[in-house]
């Protein structure tokens, strides 16, 4: 599969200011849209109920199939404090945050590849989260 060729310089020079960084926003929450849509909850007819369990009996929750432990670790790592599993699940549950919290695994702790490591594969975003990422800087 041919990568995606994208005049970045033209893409930024186009859109300026305030025009690029909504076009940014844009492109992070499509992406993570499709993420959960197409790969995490796909065809699940509640996503945000969706719970299944790993063959070790981990159980992965929500629309992105966060573990609960991983929830844990990244508010810890962006917001700086603990929060309770259960507030974990809540996390996971919830589109506006578990949907925050996914953009900031991807595009501001870079660990997208490493937490949703099928879905990256299957879905082949890696070189769009990396375009992304160049646009932001």
């Not at 305030?18 to 499509?30: G, S, T, V, Y």
């Not at 695994?105 to 879905?119: D, L, R, S, T, Y």
Request: hydrophobic share 35%; net charge negative; glycine share 4%.
């Amino acid at each position: 599969i041919p990568e995606p060729k994208v005049d970045i310089e033209a893409l930024v020079e186009k859109l300026s200011g305030e025009k690029l960084q909504a076009k940014i926003e844009e492109l992070k929450h499509d992406l993570v849209r499709r993420l959960s849509e197409d790969c995490e909850a796909k065809g699940s007819a509640e996503p945000e109920s969706l719970i299944t369990f790993d063959t070790g009996g981990q159980a992965s929750v929500g629309y992105f199939q966060f573990y609960r432990p991983t929830i844990q670790h990244y508010i810890k790592a962006r917001d700086d404090r603990e929060i309770t599993k259960k507030e974990a699940t809540e996390i996971a549950m919830d589109w506006e945050k578990a949907s925050s919290l996914a953009e900031y695994i991807i595009f501001e702790a870079n660990a997208g590849p490493k937490e949703w490591v099928n879905c990256f594969k299957k879905l082949e975003i890696t070189k769009e989260v990396q375009i992304i990422q160049k646009l932001s800087n």
